[in-house]
Antibody, heavy 120, light 110 residues
Framework: QVQLVESGGGVVQPGRSLRLSCAAS????????MHWVRQAPGKGLEWVAA????????YHADSVKGRFTISRDNSKNTLYLQMNSLRVEDTAVYYC?????????????WGQGTLVTVSS | QAGLTQPPSVSKALRQTATLTCTGN????????AAWLQQHQGHPPKLLSD???KRPSGISERFSASRSGNIASLTITGLQPEDEADYYC???????????FGGGTKLTVL
């Protein structure tokens, strides 16, 4: 069983940067991919980015491409999301979720989320 | 990125059966299948069925997923009050090299 805990959210001004972290425990972190998914207040889920188990493949949604970067440090069992040039519309709860591999399924485990508020 | 299409709301009576739909295209649902997630207000989503229509351990047999062409479906039998939630579908899109989500269906159990 995998446990995921996000951190790093907060209030930030438009144009500034923020880095989110997701600490994983349980099943071997380096055996599965990971996702970031966000949910704006009162809205649906929006996939943000994904990374393969070893970090060699990364994918980003068009809405964040060129501004956000997903990465991971398997030695620290931690997933990251570097968010630059933040916009008001990036305001959301950001979830990390387990990806495929390691004997499980995509999206079979989620963290509790961390709130990012972009406001002047 | 174009998402998947889900009806915004569905209402069904207690103990009845609800079927939720998710419409995509040949680049996503049609050849990759769709996963289904349930989200209760204030909680993170929970996977009900993966894109190969398999239920993770611990998910009730009342939830079953299927696909016909570019349309994925989630059937919930014997509706219970706790089934009232938002339901999302998601699929990998091979042309976008991205995951896409549906807008979600709010299920009300009357």
């Amino acid at each position: 069983q995998v446990q995921l805990v996000e951190s790093g959210g907060g209030v930030v001004q438009p144009g500034r940067s923020l880095r989110l972290s997701c600490a994983a425990s349980g099943r071997t972190f380096s055996s599965y991919g990971m996702h970031w998914v966000r949910q704006a207040p009162g809205k649906g889920l929006e996939w943000v980015a994904a990374i393969s188990h070893d970090g060699s493949n990364k994918y980003h949604a068009d809405s964040v491409k060129g501004r956000f970067t997903i990465s991971r440090d398997n030695s620290k069992n931690t997933l990251y999301l570097q968010m630059n040039s933040l916009r008001v519309e990036d305001t959301a709860v950001y979830y990390c979720a387990k990806g495929g591999g390691g004997g499980g399924y995509h999206f079979d485990c989620w963290g509790q989320g961390t709130l990012v508020t972009v406001s002047s | 990125q174009a998402g998947l299409t889900q009806p915004p709301s569905v209402s069904k009576a207690l103990r009845q059966t609800a079927t939720l739909t998710c419409t995509g295209n040949s680049n996503n649902v049609g050849n990759q299948g769709a996963a289904w997630l349930q989200q209760h207000q204030g909680h993170p989503p929970k996977l009900l069925s993966d894109r190969n229509n398999k239920r993770p351990s611990g998910i009730s047999e009342r939830f079953s997923a299927s696909r016909s062409g570019n349309i994925a479906s989630l059937t919930i039998t014997g509706l219970q009050p706790e089934d009232e939630a938002d339901y999302y579908c998601s699929a990998w899109d091979t042309s976008l090299s991205a995951w896409v989500f549906g807008g979600g269906t709010k299920l009300t159990v009357l």
